[in-house]
């Protein structure tokens, strides 16, 4: 079934761990993105990649990175987990043309990725 | 800074009325506007795009309206339904074209049988 995939589903974590939150997509999507979505404060960008090869910083990039080695998978990586930390986290993608979202293509997301740090 | 902001938060209607969320947002510069769907423990399904020059996009039973000069889009549902329950999201993309959507918070909505 075509779509997005995350992985792990779900997860407790230890505070200071390292944790790799795994996306990958299967439509040729060129621009992948990871949310965070959090109780009373919505949905907020935390790192985007217009394309393979080139990452870029959103809205709450603190703690977070990110690679984007070919078309298919953004991994995002917490290098040492924090409390604030614990949230639903979702990979979502877009096949943004030169005009952007603009130019009219649905942003699909996964079905997230839900990380509890202890 | 885009402030995207929806009313209400929640909301209750008996099954088969029309009902309409609203969503505002501060910046009329904006590229286009998304309604999504979530449902419980799940991600987001895209509903609607209305592109900038656009002022309503129509999907079955959904109706959005676009109205940038007053930062404002609604989202009428038709004949409501049980299943129509999930909170309802809406996303403007801004003029950074870095693919940036700004969300509400979303109006959670109960349609009761």
């Known amino acids: 079934i075509a779509g997005i995939t995350q992985a792990p589903t779900s997860q407790i974590l230890a505070a200071g761990r390292r944790m790799t939150l795994r996306c990958t997509q299967d439509?040729?999507?060129?621009?992948m993105y990871w949310y965070r979505q959090d109780l009373g404060l919505g949905l907020r960008l935390i790192h985007y990649?217009?394309?393979?090869?080139?990452?870029g910083k959103g809205e709450v990039p603190d703690g977070y990175s990110v690679s984007r080695a070919n078309t298919d998978d953004f991994p995002l990586t917490l290098a040492s987990a924090v409390p604030s930390q614990t949230s639903v986290y979702f990979c979502a993608s877009s096949a943004r043309r030169t005009g952007g979202l603009s130019s009219g293509n649905t942003i699909y997301f996964g079905e997230g990725s839900w990380l509890t740090v202890v | 800074k885009q402030e995207v902001t929806q009313i209400p938060a929640a909301l209750s209607v008996p099954e088969g009325e029309n009902l309409v969320l609203n969503c505002s947002f501060t910046?009329?510069?904006?590229?286009?506007l998304q309604w999504f769907r979530q449902d419980p423990g799940k991600g987001l399904t895209s509903l609607l795009l209305i592109q900038s020059s656009q002022r309503e996009q129509t999907s079955g039973r959904l109706n959005a309206s676009l109205d940038k000069s007053s930062g404002r889009s609604t989202l009428y549902i038709a004949a409501s339904q049980p299943g129509d329950s999930a909170t309802y999201l809406c996303a403007v993309l801004g003029s950074s074209n870095t693919g940036k959507l700004i969300f509400g918070q979303g109006t959670t909505l109960q349609v009761k049988p």
């Open positions: 439509m040729r999507h060129n621009a």
């Open positions: 990649s217009n394309t393979a090869g080139t990452t």
């Open positions: 910046d009329s510069a904006i590229y286009n």
